[in-house]
């Protein structure tokens, strides 16, 4: 048990749980849209999402690092050669796999990258400082729920069109509308934990706005709201039954973990592990 919390953890440090729970998350598009997985989509999405967190982590590197009272940050900068042999893995298995692509979603690829460059470059203008999105009321958690569904579900979808497929519209529209609720799900924790944090560096995040007990309140209607959603979508029924299961799971995981205690500041980093363990559990259910 005590090896598996340092596995995840190590994980969480080194930006490898989230990269995986993007490459599920793009695998996952694939057998909604009842295609055969494109493993140079999903590689790209992978390699891409480690190099973009960890330039931000690099970009948001404090004075004194190894100083910080985030066990997180002391960890990473402590252990720094880990963190470029990861991004150089990264760039040869990224630039590999790109070779393989179509243009239009080489194109769109950069699109996605300057997108997410928004999150903290100060472009806009908010009482008289420019800020990034992250510094917005209220925008950070769309923004980052717009990112990935732009990576995980028009992407693939993208280089599935380029290649001559064809993909019907109502079922790509309605996967966008299901990932980016899912995503906000699971993004909310992160910043109803982030609370005092955020309210430190004056971020206005939608939980400093609406309090924490209704922004816990809005992740359980946006549970619900998810599931019926589900029910409602043209998708295969193993599909409906593995999401839904996922989403029973994440209230588990929020009411007996995430939300019970403040204590356990990576409790929240479940949600990420749930990313992939969708992706695993639709693939069981139909399997079985």
Not at 31 to 50: C, H, K, S
Not at 224 to 253: D, E, Q, R, S, W
Request: charged content about 15%.
């Amino acid at each position: 048990m005590l090896f598996l919390r340092k596995l995840f953890y190590i994980t969480i440090y080194t930006n490898l749980l989230i990269a995986m729970a993007a490459m599920a998350q793009c695998a996952l598009t694939y057998i909604i849209f009842e295609r055969p997985i494109n493993w140079y989509i999903v590689l790209v999405e992978g390699t891409a999402t480690l190099l973009l967190y960890n330039f931000s982590l690099w970009w948001s590197k404090p004075k004194k690092p190894k100083e910080s009272k985030f066990p997180r940050t002391r960890w990473i900068f402590n252990h720094e050669w880990v963190m470029w042999v990861n991004n150089s893995i990264a760039l040869i298995v990224l630039a590999f796999c790109l070779w393989h692509i179509h243009l239009h979603s080489f194109l769109f690829l950069g699109f996605i990258g300057l997108l997410s460059l928004l999150y903290g470059m100060p472009l806009f203008t908010f009482h008289d400082r420019k800020v990034g999105l992250r510094q917005l009321p209220g925008a950070k958690i769309f923004h980052i729920a717009l990112v990935w569904v732009c990576s995980s579900v028009m992407l693939p979808y993208i280089e599935l069109v380029s290649a001559g497929d064809k993909i019907t519209q109502w079922v790509f529209i309605a996967l966008c509308g299901l990932k980016f609720v899912f995503l906000i799900i699971c993004t909310l924790p992160f910043d109803i934990r982030d609370i005092q944090q955020d309210s430190y560096y004056h971020l206005r995040t939608l939980p400093n706005m609406l309090g924490e007990q209704r922004a816990k309140n809005l992740t359980y209607t946006l549970l619900v709201l998810h599931c019926l959603l589900v029910l409602i979508v043209p998708y295969m029924m193993y599909v409906k039954v593995g999401l839904i299961l996922t989403n029973i799971l994440i209230f588990a995981l929020l009411k007996l973990a995430v939300f019970r205690t403040k204590e356990h500041y990576h409790y929240a980093y479940l949600l990420d592990g749930s990313l992939v363990l969708q992706f695993l559990i639709v693939i069981l259910v139909g399997i079985f």
